[in-house]
């Protein structure tokens, strides 16, 4: 009998030459070269600033207009930073408001920071302001992701700016998960601003870092940069100082860099999302990032199936807070996604009960 499939943690390590993997997070488009030519020169071992190396923070810092090197903190991974994040903020009782559907790691990372999920929903990916509103009263603070993981759409400008406005009048902290800020396809992307609101990002996506594990927190408060220090300081200490000078060599790239990257991305997107309305199945238009959350019923056993039978991976929506939806990454190349989607087709036809 075939394993039960209960996270995304099975399938770490599953590797074959015929899987189709459209489950993981992870950009198979290579990293800068100058991101590793600096190694075989490099001897520098010793331990690092806690809040990060000083060249770096100051090149990031050059993203954010008005910051400096002091409100930046290099984290191992994005991953990190929430969590830091969500600690600092930590108060007894406190509601954190997290979108659904959520990243799946964001109701764990609050439970471990002893603290209680509330929820707004999304409405075809999008953020309902009315329903947003009612549920973000008595929060002490709301995470937003855009560019969004499961479901690649990208919030409204308009949207933000009164995001913006309500947390800024009734004094609740913003956590903007921005990690996927460089892969929007039709239009600019709008970073959330203001003194109550903590920018979240990592190296992972944009420049295809996953493994340096390197992200950072910019903070535009002292008092949270001073909390998170110390947290920090007693919990994982530095950043990697290897993977930090991998990432200041990824700021050295140029915006065409990021570009081309997001075109390749784009290309995917139309390919895999054009395919999948072909089979007739519902699924909104990725809009950024690198993922689309389709409607189909039984979750469980279409992904078990796929896997199981058809020698493809990908995750079932539950992980992520939304019944009868699979999400499914397009960090592959073309033949890949092609070669999926005909085994997909198959299923469909052979073995699927609408």
Same mark, same amino acid.
């Given at each position: 009998?075939?394993?039960?499939?209960?996270?995304?943690?099975?399938?770490?390590?599953?590797?074959?030459?015929?899987?189709?993997?459209?489950?993981?997070?992870?950009?198979?488009?290579? $990293?800068?070269?100058?991101?590793?030519?600096?190694?075989?020169? !490099?001897?520098?071992? &010793? !331990?690092?600033?806690?809040?990060? &190396?000083?060249?770096?923070?100051?090149? #990031?810092? =050059?993203?954010?207009?008005?910051?400096?090197?002091?409100?930046?903190?290099?984290?191992?991974?994005?991953?990190?930073?929430?969590?830091?994040?969500?600690?600092?903020? %930590?108060?007894?009782?406190?509601?954190?408001?997290?979108?659904? $559907?959520?990243?799946?790691?964001?109701?764990?990372? /609050?439970?471990?920071?002893?603290?209680?999920?509330?929820?707004?929903?999304?409405?075809? +990916?999008?953020?309902?302001? &009315?329903?947003?509103?009612? *549920?973000?009263?008595?929060?002490?603070? /709301?995470?937003?992701?855009?560019?969004?993981?499961?479901? +690649?759409?990208?919030?409204?400008?308009?949207?933000?700016?009164?995001?913006?406005?309500?947390?800024?009048?009734?004094?609740? %902290?913003?956590?903007?998960?921005?990690?996927?800020?460089?892969? #929007?396809?039709?239009?600019?992307?709008?970073?959330?601003?203001?003194?109550?609101?903590?920018?979240?990002?990592?190296?992972?996506?944009? %420049?295809?870092?996953? +493994?340096?594990?390197?992200?950072?927190?910019?903070?535009?408060?002292?008092? @949270?940069?001073?909390?998170?220090?110390? #947290?920090?300081?007693?919990?994982?200490?530095?950043?990697?100082?290897?993977?930090?000078?991998?990432?200041?060599?990824?700021? *050295?790239?140029?915006?065409?860099?990021?570009?081309?990257?997001?075109?390749? @991305?784009?290309?995917?997107?139309?390919?895999?999302?054009?395919?999948? =309305?072909?089979?007739?199945?519902?699924? @909104?238009?990725?809009?950024?990032?690198? %993922?689309?959350?389709?409607?189909?019923?039984?979750?469980?056993?279409?992904?078990?199936?796929?896997?199981?039978? !058809?020698?493809?991976?990908?995750?079932?929506?539950? @992980?992520?807070?939304?019944?009868?939806?699979?999400?499914?990454?397009?960090?592959?190349?073309?033949?890949? #996604?092609?070669? +999926?989607?005909?085994?997909? =087709?198959? !299923?469909?036809?052979?073995?699927?009960?609408?």
């Amino acid at each position: 009998m075939n394993k039960k499939i209960t996270s995304a943690s099975f399938f770490i390590g599953k590797q074959s030459d015929n899987l189709i993997s459209f489950g993981s997070g992870q950009p198979d488009l290579p $990293p800068p070269k100058i991101c590793f030519d600096f190694l075989k020169d !490099y001897k520098e071992f &010793k !331990y690092g600033e806690i809040q990060g &190396k000083e060249k770096l923070r100051k090149a #990031i810092a =050059k993203n954010y207009p008005g910051a400096k090197k002091e409100n930046i903190i290099i984290t191992n991974g994005a991953s990190e930073g929430i969590d830091l994040a969500l600690r600092a903020l %930590y108060e007894k009782d406190a509601k954190i408001l997290i979108p659904r $559907p959520y990243y799946y790691s964001y109701p764990h990372n /609050v439970k471990y920071a002893h603290m209680t999920c509330r929820y707004y929903d999304l409405v075809k +990916g999008k953020i309902d302001i &009315k329903n947003f509103k009612e *549920k973000v009263k008595n929060c002490k603070a /709301v995470i937003i992701n855009s560019p969004g993981n499961p479901t +690649g759409t990208v919030q409204e400008i308009d949207t933000l700016k009164e995001i913006e406005k309500i947390t800024q009048k009734h004094g609740i %902290y913003v956590l903007s998960d921005e990690v996927y800020k460089d892969m #929007i396809y039709e239009r600019k992307n709008y970073l959330i601003e203001g003194e109550n609101v903590l920018t979240i990002n990592s190296f992972s996506k944009s %420049y295809s870092l996953c +493994g340096a594990r390197i992200g950072y927190i910019y903070a535009r408060n002292h008092d @949270w940069i001073k909390k998170m220090t110390e #947290i920090k300081t007693h919990t994982s200490m530095n950043t990697s100082i290897v993977s930090q000078e991998m990432a200041l060599m990824a700021t *050295k790239m140029s915006q065409k860099y990021l570009n081309d990257q997001a075109h390749i @991305w784009q290309k995917r997107r139309d390919l895999i999302y054009n395919g999948i =309305k072909k089979l007739g199945l519902q699924v @909104w238009k990725p809009e950024g990032a690198f %993922y689309v959350f389709v409607t189909i019923k039984n979750p469980q056993k279409v992904m078990e199936d796929l896997y199981y039978k !058809y020698n493809i991976v990908v995750y079932n929506g539950e @992980w992520f807070g939304k019944k009868d939806r699979i999400r499914l990454s397009y960090a592959l190349d073309e033949k890949k #996604i092609i070669e +999926g989607l005909k085994r997909f =087709k198959l !299923y469909l036809e052979n073995e699927y009960q609408k």
